[in-house]
């Protein structure tokens, strides 16, 4: 049966709320595969076809689409991508270097991310320390909704047998807590690799409660997913900002059919053009 909402999943294996955690099957298939189709780029192999003449047995001249690429052409292709590889050779080898035990940015106690939000830290057994965006790129932001109040998702965010917590809770007032760091892999989506290249965001309320989802929340939601899209150079679109439900293997509805994504976009969008 789907669960509603809140953050979900660890870091593998079967969280206390007894669904899959990141490394399993269920939960999101083959790591670094991506839910979106239009992530995934590429062609498929074109062999040039050879026109014969029926009658003569002979290969008739090549057109301008099938004609043959020169040794000049071939050698500009492979160094550029020689070139192309090299930069995603040495991208690879920084990220690795971000990965390697003892090796990590200095933090202050208590800082947080967003200017005007509380830090309120999760228990450390849910989420995993990380250099982000040095070692994981950030690409995207998942929207949830707690399915209780303010307090009982902080409540369980600091409880170890939790298995899950997200980056910030937003209130029905506006208020912004923040309980992980973004340079931190949160337990939120349920699903490792979603973690590893997204920030969560909770809302308080009940996703069956329309009147949970109050101005308030949808604005001070807004102006902290456009912060963090610009922090990160991500696109402010919903590939990009997706809901907990739309990720891989989830067993969660959260944000619900009430959540407003019109009117939240929206709201995004104007957020980054006053920030810009």
Request: net charge negative; aromatic share 6%.
């Amino acid at each position: 049966m789907p669960r509603l909402g809140g953050a979900g999943g660890g870091d593998g294996g079967i969280d206390t709320a007894g669904h899959g955690g990141e490394d399993a099957e269920g939960a999101g298939g083959l790591r670094g595969v991506s839910h979106n189709p239009s992530r995934v780029r590429g062609r498929g192999n074109q062999d040039p076809r050879v026109s014969v003449d029926d009658h003569m047995g002979q290969r008739k001249a090549p057109k301008d689409g099938d004609r043959k690429v020169g040794r000049r052409a071939l050698l500009i292709g492979g160094t550029a991508a020689a070139v192309g590889t090299a930069v995603l050779a040495r991208d690879e080898l920084a990220r690795l270097w971000w990965r390697v035990p003892g090796v990590e940015k200095p933090r202050k106690e208590g800082e947080v991310d967003f200017a005007g939000a509380r830090w309120v830290a999760a228990s450390d057994a849910n989420w995993r320390r990380a250099d982000r965006p040095d070692d994981y790129g950030i690409d995207m932001v998942i929207i949830h909704v707690t399915q209780g109040s303010f307090a009982s998702a902080v409540k369980v965010f600091q409880d170890p047998e939790h298995g899950a917590a997200a980056h910030y809770i937003v209130r029905k007032d506006g208020h912004i807590t923040q309980m992980i760091r973004e340079l931190d892999v949160a337990y939120h989506a349920g699903n490792r690799d979603y973690n590893e290249r997204s920030i969560g965001i909770e809302h308080e309320g009940f996703v069956d409660r329309p009147q949970d989802l109050t101005d308030e929340m949808y604005e001070a939601s807004a102006r902290l997913t456009a912060r963090i899209c610009a922090r990160y150079d991500i696109p402010v679109d919903r590939e990009h900002i997706i809901g907990h439900v739309e990720v891989p293997g989830t067993d969660h509805t959260d944000p619900g059919e009430h959540w407003d994504w019109d009117r939240y976009m929206k709201l995004v969008r104007e957020a980054s053009t006053a920030k810009a």
